[in-house]
């Protein structure tokens, strides 16, 4: 069921988008699930709904992110109050931290946060991500980074997560966990499990206990701008892959848990 800021059905194109969006941020959920990126009932990924409020659609505390299912989503305001009627409530953690990024970034579509072992294990780490392969340098010199805080239930902290995000698209928060962002929830989760890959890799390639190899920094930039799309010093390009990749990711809901959209 969809619902505007005052509780009444939402009609129109609105009806459509939310419903969309509905669809889609439960598939990335069951996708989390699938990758084991989960954390027990906790963490969120969340969406933005159409229209000049900042309403967001959240799962409700409790579930676990394989029961998430498009009905399930309940709908929040920037105040942190469920418009959505039930018996569920909002994890108040969870609303500070994404109420503060989406109210900051009119591209934050979708934000999506982890806690998984290997995110927390480079989140630990004082250098942060390293341009050690192909998948990190993605998000070479675009990572935020914040400092831990505790555990996020105080508004003040809100101001800071923002500053430290800037205008990247992934922030690493310290002893903590991973965040992204997305015009899209395809593109989060796309970006989650591409910087989780990286993490992996990260905590392998140190626990090796070899000399590390990194590309030199103009190498770093330009992969970097050829994930972005800037093909100017290339002879091919391909600006349809994250398309495909969401499109097969859809598929693998579809065959996995196809009650996703219930």
Request: hydrophobic share 40%; net charge negative.
């Amino acid at each position: 069921m969809t619902v505007t800021e005052l509780g009444k059905p939402a009609t129109g194109d609105h009806a459509a988008e939310e419903a969309r969006l509905r669809r889609e941020l439960a598939a990335v959920y069951r996708l989390i699930a699938h990758f084991k990126m989960t954390d027990l009932i906790y963490n969120h990924i969340s969406v933005r709904l159409p229209g000049p409020e900042h309403r967001f659609l959240l799962n409700p505390y409790g579930l676990l992110y394989e029961e998430i299912t498009a009905s399930s989503l309940v709908i929040v305001g920037l105040d942190g109050q469920l418009i959505t009627d039930g018996p569920w409530r909002v994890n108040p953690a969870g609303f500070v931290i994404h109420s503060a990024i989406h109210e900051a970034r009119e591209d934050a579509l979708c934000v999506l946060h982890t806690h998984t072992k290997a995110g927390c294990a480079v989140a630990a780490q004082e250098h942060g991500l390293l341009p050690l392969n192909q998948m990190s340098l993605e998000f070479y010199n675009r990572v935020g980074y914040h400092d831990y805080e505790g555990i996020a239930l105080s508004n003040a902290e809100k101001k800071r997560l923002v500053a430290d995000l800037g205008d990247k698209p992934v922030m690493i928060l310290r002893n903590h966990g991973l965040l992204t962002i997305g015009t899209t929830p395809g593109q989060a989760f796309r970006r989650m499990f591409y910087l989780e890959r990286a993490c992996q890799i990260q905590a392998d390639a140190l626990a090796g206990g070899a000399a590390l190899v990194t590309p030199p920094p103009e190498v770093c930039e330009r992969t970097a701008r050829q994930f972005e799309g800037d093909h100017s010093d290339d002879d091919f390009g391909d600006a349809t892959a994250p398309d495909l990749v969401w499109d097969a990711m859809l598929r693998l809901v579809e065959r996995i848990a196809p009650d996703y959209k219930d």
